[in-house]
Each structure stands twice: as structure tokens, then as C-alpha cells.
């Protein structure tokens, strides 16, 4: 075992673990206000889908942006059963994860997928209608720190979304609790009442959350296609946003903590693959591969504890519909 081998499989923590990382960071936003978003699977496998095509089309930026717009779409329909109708949060969210799924499949389609990319620049070459990948996000290593032993291919040798993640959670972590805006967030999910009678707008607040959300989730699943696995698979989210949820647990909603929640996960899809390149039998990367879908199901079955919910200070007004007084 190599420092080379060493420093492959931590660059390819961080790169997987990005996923993980940006998908947590909206979904703490809105659990920290009191919604549950299940919808996560959904809402990444259609931004893979749509960055998918729009990367052929017109390029990566206009990729994670029409990823962004397609998932704050979806935050706000989740939001519109959740917070306007109080429809049950569970339900609400497998539903806009069987949406997004089903959609992604459909415009991912290869007659869809050309149907599409004809309307969106008629200008395409043939081959570019039947191209069975997208272009790879470029790689922009850091001069210098990219050569640090260790540090260096896991943090500064990678491509830009890396970096602007990895800046993102300690942002988020101060905007949600050292401001007064990340204090509102906070005690919307914790007593929506009380915030309300202090004049919060409870409504406001989660409608921007869902959005959030989304949005992040969204651009997780253009990074998932974009950043590492550019060939399109029906399912290619292989479970990662539930993944995600079971890491904001673990994290205990921080977004500083779900960077090391990321990155652990993240490693554990790397060791899977890694493990089958040292010829291990076929048990032992399956059973790597298990681990983190048998995390997911224990924390979220425990998150259902009450007696669970209160020792890992979980918001006391998670899941729950608000229904204001008059």
C-alpha cells in the first residue's frame, strides 16, 4: 500500500464525498426549520438528469444553474403540500422522490435526451446528440499545496465545485448559528408557535428553506454526473440521498460536522471499488458498500424515538405540520 495509493483514495473522498456534502447542506436548513425532506433521492437524480443534457448543450455552468432552478421548483412543491397544506411530510417527500426519479428516467431517455437537446441548440453535431457521457467538470489544482503529501490530493487537486463546497459549510455553519437570520431558522424548528408570536413569518421561513433544499440537492446530483461519474444509468443516485439524510443525523444538523459525515461516507464508496481492485472476494466490497444503507435505515428508524429525537437534540418541530392560531 503506496502514499500514491493512499493519496488516490483520499482524493476520491473528497470528490464522492462532495455529494454527500452538498446535499447535506440545504437539507440541515430545512430540518433545522422543521422539514423533513425525503424527496433528497428524487430531486438529485433529476438534476443528474438535467445537468446531463444541459452540459451537452450549452456547458457546465448553465448546468448547475438550470440544476438550481429545477430543484428550488421542487422545494417549493414540497413545500406547498408540507407548510400551505400540512399534508404528512413523509409521505410528501417519497412522493417527489418517485416524481424525480420518474422524470429523470423520461428526459434522460436517449430519443427524450435528443428530443431535448435538438430544442435546446440545433446546432449540436450528431455526435454530440448520441454522446453516451457529458464532459467532465475540469480539474483546477491549487499551485503548490497540490503537492503537499496527503493534504494535497485530497483537498487542493480538484475542480472549482470542490473548493466552493468545501467553503460553503463553514459559511452556512456561521450564517446558521452566529446570525440572527440562522437564529430564526433555528427557533422556527424548535417551537414554531413562539417564533410566531414573535413575529417570525414560520410560512416564509420554511418555503425558503424547501427551496434551499432543493436547490442543493439538485446541484448534488449535477455534481454526481458532472465531477466523477459522467455516464448516465437509470438509478444513478444508487440511494445517496437517503444516504444523506442518515449523515445530517450523525452530523446532529451542523454543517461543519456534515463535512466529516461526507467525508466518511464518501470513503466508504471509495474502499468499495478499491477493494475490488485488490481482488477481494465479492463479499467484502458488497459488505463495504451495505454499510452506509444499513446506517441510514437504524438512524432513521431511531429518529422516530421521541426518547431518541431529545438526546441527540434533534428540532423538536421536525416532521411536524404548524397550524397557527388565530
Not at 447542506?25 to 425532506?37: D, F, K, Q, T, V
Not at 413523509?90 to 435528443?114: D, N, Q, W
Not at 491549487?142 to 503529501?149: E, I, N
Request: charged letters at 10%; proline letters at 6%; glycine letters at 10%.
Amino acid at each position: 500500500m503506496s502514499l500514491e495509493w493512499v493519496g488516490s483514495v483520499l482524493a476520491g473522498t473528497t470528490s464522492v464525498g462532495v455529494v454527500y456534502l452538498l446535499g447535506s447542506l440545504g437539507e440541515i436548513y430545512a430540518e433545522r426549520s422543521g422539514i423533513l425532506n425525503l424527496g433528497l433521492e428524487g430531486i438529485m437524480a433529476l438534476g443528474a438528469a438535467t445537468s446531463f443534457i444541459t452540459t451537452i448543450a450549452w456547458g457546465h455552468a448553465v448546468a448547475f444553474f438550470v440544476a438550481g432552478v429545477l430543484g428550488i421548483l421542487m422545494g417549493l412543491l414540497l413545500a406547498f403540500f408540507t407548510v400551505s397544506l400540512r399534508l404528512n411530510q413523509i409521505a410528501v417527500g417519497l412522493a417527489i422522490t418517485m416524481l424525480g426519479s420518474g422524470l429523470s428516467g423520461f428526459i434522460a431517455f436517449p430519443t427524450t435526451r435528443k428530443t431535448i437537446l435538438r430544442a435546446l441548440n440545433p446546432e449540436l453535431p450528431s455526435t454530440a446528440l448520441e454522446a453516451q457521457s457529458a464532459p467532465m467538470l475540469p480539474s483546477a489544482p491549487l499551485p503548490f499545496l497540490k503537492d503537499v503529501p496527503i493534504a494535497g490530493p485530497m483537498l487542493f487537486n480538484h475542480n472549482p465545485v470542490v473548493y466552493v463546497s468545501l467553503i460553503l459549510a463553514p459559511t452556512m455553519w456561521f450564517l446558521l448559528f452566529r446570525t440572527s437570520v440562522g437564529l430564526k431558522i433555528r427557533s422556527v424548528g424548535e417551537n414554531p408557535g413562539m417564533a410566531d408570536a414573535l413575529g417570525i413569518n414560520v410560512f416564509r421561513i420554511r418555503y425558503l428553506t424547501c427551496m434551499l433544499s432543493g436547490a442543493f440537492s439538485a446541484m448534488a446530483g449535477a455534481y454526481l454526473i458532472l465531477g466523477f461519474q459522467p455516464f448516465w444509468i437509470e438509478g444513478i443516485t444508487g440511494g445517496r440521498g437517503f444516504i444523506t439524510l442518515s449523515l445530517i443525523i450523525l452530523s446532529a444538523w451542523s454543517p461543519l460536522r456534515a463535512v466529516f459525515g461526507s467525508l466518511l461516507f464518501g470513503g466508504i464508496e471509495v474502499l468499495q471499488y478499491r477493494l475490488q481492485l485488490f481482488g477481494f472476494g465479492a463479499a467484502s466490497p458488497q459488505f463495504v458498500l451495505m454499510l452506509p444503507y444499513a446506517i441510514a435505515v437504524i438512524t432513521l428508524s431511531l429518529l422516530s424515538i421521541e426518547s431518541f429525537r431529545k438526546r441527540i437534540s434533534a428540532p423538536a418541530a421536525l416532521a411536524k405540520p404548524y397550524y397557527r392560531e388565530e
